[in-house]
Every structure is written in C-alpha cells, then in structure tokens.
C-alpha cells in the first residue's frame, strides 16, 4: 500500500510539474513576443516618419543587425532593402502584409522558416505617398527555446522529481502510518481516519461474530470431548486420507498411544494389524466393516463405518467395543447349560432306574424300602438343584426384591435349626457368637447366604469338628464371619468355589448331596447387596469367609 501512495504521489508530482513547466514556458513566449511586437511597431512608427522627412537617404543610413527594412512602392515594387539588392527581389504586392498595409494603412504577418527553427515577425505601414514600409525581426521558435533551455531544465526536472521523490515517501509514510498502528482487535478502540469509521464498525461487528462463533464451536467441541472421553467404547475419527482426526481414551488405551502422539498421522502407522488394513479397505469400497481382535488380554469387536454426504466421503469413524464380559459370559452360560443338563439328568437317571426295577418286580419285597427311599432322594436333591437355579436366574436378571430391616443374628439362629440334624449326622458343633448386625436388605437372600455358608462348614468338616458363626458391628457396616476347621480349600481353588457348579472333591461332593451351586449363590446374593466378600482357607486347618455389608446402602 505505501509503494502504490507512493507511486501515485510521485507521478501527480511530475505530472504537475511537467504542466507548470510547459504553462510557464508558453505564458512567457507569448509574453515577450508580444513585447517584441509591440516595440517592432514603435521602431516602425519612427522609421516611417523619417522616411517621410528625409527618404531614402535615412534608410540606407540606418545599420541594424536585429530589423530589416523594406520599401515596397504601391505596384509592389522593392524600392529598398536594409539586407538585400532592391533590383533583385521579386514583387511583393502579394505579400499578406504588403497587401494588409496598402488596403487598410497597417498590416501585420508572421512567417516559418522552412527548418521551422525560427519565425520572422513583419509590420508594415503606408506612407502618404501610397508606398509601404515594412520591417521584420526573426526570433527563435519555443521547440528551439526548449531545446536550448534542456539542460538547465533536466537539472530543475531531476531536482523537483528527487524532491517530489522524498516528499512523497513521507507523505505516504504518514498516511499510512496510522493504518499501521491500528489495532484490529479492538477496532473501535482506534483514533484513525474518519473515513476508516465504516470500516472499523464492520470489523467490530465481524469480530463479534467471529467470537461467538468460536464460543459456539468451542462448546460443541468440549461436549464432544467430555463425551467421547467418558465412553468405555474406544473412538477413533478418520479423514478422508486416513489420517487421524479424533482419538479419545479409550482408543488410546488400547492402541497404546498418546494423543499428541498420533493427530495426523495415518492411522495404519499406528497400528499395522492385517485385519485393521483390511477392515479399512472395506469400509472405504463397501461402507461397512466389522471385525474381532485381541488386545491387551481383552476382546474387542471393531466396527468400522463410512462418514458420506452428498458432498462426498469425508472420512471414516471406527468404533471398538469390548465383548470381553459378553463372550466370558456366553462361554458361562454354555458351561452352565450343559452341567445344568448333566446335574439334572444324573438324579433323573438314578430315580428312572429305580422305578423301571421296581415296575418289573425285579426288586424285593424286603428291598423295596430302600429303593424308595433312593428315588425319594434324588427327587429331593432334583428339587433342591431347581430352586437352586431359580434363585440364580432371579439374582442374574437383578430383578428388585422386597427389602426390610433384617436380623443376621436371628437369620442365624433359624439356620442353625434348620441344620442341627445334620450337625449331629456329621458329629459338628454350630455356635453363634457377637452383636444383632441388623441390615436393611432381602431376607430370603440374607437367609441363604448364612445357610449355604454353614452348610458347607458342616459338609466339608471332620467328625468333632466346629462351625462358628460371628456377628460384628461396625461404624455404617455390619460383618458376616462364617468360620469352621474342616478340611480346608487349597489355594489355587480358593477363587473358583464361587463359580457354578465347581466342586474342589467332586467325589466327596456327590456323597454330600450338594448341587454345586450354593457358593455362587452366596456371591451373588452379596453382590446383590454391595457387600465384599473375602475368604481365608489352609488345607486340613479350615476355612474363613468373611462379608461385609454397608448399612448406609
């Protein structure tokens, strides 16, 4: 902007001063031609009078350089010449002067030289005897007077341009001077030019519209983040190219990247895995992919889909969801089915083949006793499994129970009850021991976890042996201690007797009765009331499970 104010300064510059010059220079040649015209007719006047005294001896007494005399008769004959041989010349009747002069008394002309380098100036008076004479002075055109005044002018034209030259430079400097001081971000804090007014306003107003729409873009991109940062599910945004757009912490989790790491960057240098290339490849021809992979010891279904409009691709989003609990979860309820199968057809089998000996009469009258008593038995333990599953299925579904103020001490008391024969079948001492513990919480389920806890102690016990059931009360928690000295759980076993079904002595276990489903029972019936549940077990020395319950839940 300063070089076109420049550029423009500069040429107005000499553009005027090449006009002053060739102004000044016109006004002044006129000027003194007309002077020089007007004392040509004075030097005539003068001559005129003494050629009418005294003839043409005055004439040819005069001796100039500068005019020239001629005396024309009335026919146009020279009589005299100041510079030439009257005789010689030719008839100047038709001389636009000589004729002027003989019709109307003055006359007046100005002739070119052929070169055009000078001009000759004639006046011309008739004398009372009917003759004209004439004088004429030569001066120099102004084409010549501009040739001979080139040098002084060259040296007046490079000292106004190189002033003209300076003056512009500052003059552009200062105009433009405050536009380079003004502060674009508070235009309407700026003392500029009042014709910027307009300009400053629209600014403001831009400004203002900028900002909220940054404001606006920078919300949307904060609930975006806290968004995809809180989703489990891993989020991966791709452009068109394949380069990193978005990555949340999940994504960066299991690829194993930081965020600064890997914006920008292809997404197949950050993982090379030949199923990703491959999904990638199939979403951009096919729109949709999806896929199954390990990573970090966890499953993971990749789904990967095509970001279009009707403007075209725009890129590609990737989402990993982890299956890991689904897959664990089918694989339970497959092992659950078949040993939910096997569990209930082996009393089903042994009740069968009870009945079919007893309905072909092979079995004795003196044995039949024994053979009811076996089909009654198993149906039980077939009714106990059933229940036993129906009570799993209840606590899976997280269906909402009814809740009550409920006493473990009491529950205690009415499992101990309900198993004192069996206690004394198995030559074991049941006690109670510590506080009420109330809870707030399901009493079938708080019944179950004490029964199955202390069922087992008997089950899994020696003759002599003792179960003790302990009752603390804690600052908003209450603790279930369930202890006994039967013969223990090994170590490696320790985190797998809660799983359905799973018997550390499978052969003890059978001659028990148990389904095999009464630990698990108890670990969610705690899960179901947020309860922690530990255990402490030595082989031959006994075993120690312990929860405990938050009254504030």
Known sequence: ???????????????????????ITGFLYSYFGSVQETQLRDELSLAADAAEQLGEDYLGSLNSDRYRLTWVAADGTVLFDSHADA?????????????????????????????????????????????VLRISVSRATALVLVIGMMQPIAVVLVIAICLSAWLAHRMAAKVVEPLNKLDLENPMANDAYEELSPLLHRIHAQHREIRSQMEALRRKQ???????????????????????????????????????????????????????????LETQSHGHAYFHSNRNGREYQFDLSRIESSNGVHGLVLLAFDITEQIHAEKHRREFTANVSHELKTPLQ??????????????????????????????????????????????????EMPREDVSLRVLAEEVCETLSDAAKLQDVSVDIIGDDGVIHGVRRLLYEIIYNLCDNGIKYNKP??????????????????????????????????????????????????????????????????????????????????????????
Not at 238 to 267: E, Y
Not at 360 to 366: A, L, P, Q, R
Not at 376 to 382: D, G, I, P, T, V
Not at 519 to 525: D, E, G, N
């Open 1 to 23: 902007m300063t070089n076109k104010i420049f550029r423009s300064i500069l040429l107005v510059a000499i553009a005027v001063l090449f006009a002053s010059m060739s102004i």
């Open 87 to 131: 005789s010689s010349m030719e008839n100047h009747s038709s001389r636009e002067e000589i004729r002027e002069a003989l019709m109307s008394g003055t006359g007046s002309s100005t002739r070119k030289s052929a070169t055009l380098t000078e001009q000759t100036i004639y006046e011309a008076t008739r004398l009372s005897d009917g003759s």
């Open 222 to 280: 904060q609930e975006f983040a806290q968004i995809t940062d809180n989703m489990k599910e891993a989020l991966v945004l791709l452009d068109n190219t394949g380069r990193i757009v978005s990555i949340n912490p999940a994504a960066m989790t299991i690829f194993d990247v930081h965020n600064n790491q890997c914006i920008g960057k292809d997404f197949l240098t950050i993982d090379r895995q030949p199923e990703l290339r491959t999904a990638i």
């Open 350 to 399: 042994s009740i069968i083949g009870a009945a079919e000996l007893m309905e072909n009469g092979i079995v004795k009258g003196e044995d039949a006793p024994r053979f009811v008593s076996r089909i009654r038995k198993e149906a039980s333990r077939l009714l106990h499994l059933i229940d036993d599953i129906i009570r799993l299925s209840q606590l899976d579904e997280g269906a």
């Open 464 to 553: 002599g042996g003792r179960v003790q059931i302990a009752i603390t009360e804690h600052v908003n928690a209450v603790q279930l201690t369930v202890c006994d000295n039967g013969i223990g759980v090994a170590p490696e076993h320790q985190d797998k007797i809660f799983e359905r079904f799973y018997r550390v002595d499978k052969s003890h276990s059978k001659q028990s009765g148990g389904t095999g489903l009464g630990l698990s029972i108890v670990k969610h019936a705690v899960q179901y009331h947020h309860g922690k549940l530990t255990i402490e077990s030595q082989p031959n020395r006994g075993t120690s499970i312990s929860i405990l319950f938050d009254t504030r839940v």
